[in-house]
């Protein structure tokens, strides 16, 4: 809810050192970020593994087509279940 929403905020905009503490060690590059299921127009679904240096690449897109700067904060319009709602 705008609880959980604001503690959002506050660790966006607070120190790497407080994220660390409240999350754990930052994850590398090619470390697994999220498993997406895939809706081919035909045949059976698959799970794709994404990781987290895919999912930062999209953050980095948007952010610089939207021209956003580090205040800025996003709220996702996508559902979870699409890969660039996980972004």
């Given amino acids: 809810?705008?609880?959980?929403?604001?503690?959002?905020?506050?660790?966006?905009?607070?120190?790497?050192?407080?994220?660390?503490?409240t999350l754990g060690r930052a994850p590398s590059a090619s470390?697994?970020?999220?498993?997406?299921?895939?809706?081919?127009?035909?045949g059976p679904r698959h799970a794709v593994v994404l990781?987290?240096?895919s999912v930062a690449a999209n953050a980095r897109a948007l952010a610089q087509i939207a021209e956003l700067c580090e205040r800025d904060v996003v709220l996702a319009?996508?559902?979870?279940?699409q890969a660039?709602?996980?972004t």
């Fill in 31 to 42: 470390d697994e970020a999220v498993v997406v299921r895939t809706r081919p127009p035909t």
């Fill in 1 to 21: 809810g705008a609880e959980d929403l604001a503690q959002a905020v506050r660790l966006a905009r607070g120190s790497e050192r407080d994220l660390e503490r």
């Fill in 77 to 81: 319009a996508l559902p979870p279940t």
């Fill in 51 to 53: 990781a987290q240096r």
């Fill in 84 to 86: 660039f709602g996980l």
